[in-house]
């Protein structure tokens, strides 16, 4: 799974620069979300890092969020994340990652983040880097 696209296309398929404090914000979002991957914590990805409104589009296709996740997330093993940039533009967010995990090809991506109550979350996942 680990595979940023991996990973959320099974999510996304059921349903100016950054700086400063946004930068780091996000920063520390995507890796909450690499970590909650690393030890398949479900809970925390539905609650926590993923975007209500791609969490509530999963329910609604008949499926609890963490069922859906658990199939690709069980399956990484050994996964990292390297952010190599970030754009924001006001509540909106995107970001260049670098990802692998054994057994599977490095990837380049593009992570969609929206701020929500404050937070930043994440809103798409299997975009490939622009």
């Not at 999510?11 to 950054?18: D, E, Y």
């Not at 479900?42 to 069922?67: F, Q, R, S």
């Not at 940039?85 to 967010?93: C, I, K, L, M």
Request: net charge neutral; with cysteine.
């Amino acid at each position: 799974m680990w595979r940023t696209g991996a990973v959320l296309v099974a999510v996304l398929a059921i349903t100016g620069c950054g700086g400063g404090s946004d930068d780091r914000a996000i920063r520390s979002t995507l890796d909450g979300f690499a970590k909650a991957i690393a030890v398949h914590d479900l809970k925390a990805l539905c609650n926590v890092y993923l975007a209500p409104k791609l969490v509530d589009g999963v329910e609604a296709a008949g499926l609890p969020c963490e069922a859906a996740l658990r199939p690709q997330v069980s399956a990484t093993v050994g996964p990292t994340m390297t952010v190599k940039s970030v754009r924001v533009t006001g509540d909106t967010a995107s970001a260049q990652v670098h990802t692998t995990a054994a057994n599977q090809p490095p990837s380049d991506d593009t992570i969609s983040l929206v701020r929500v109550d404050g937070s930043w979350r994440v809103a798409s996942l299997a975009q490939p880097a622009l």
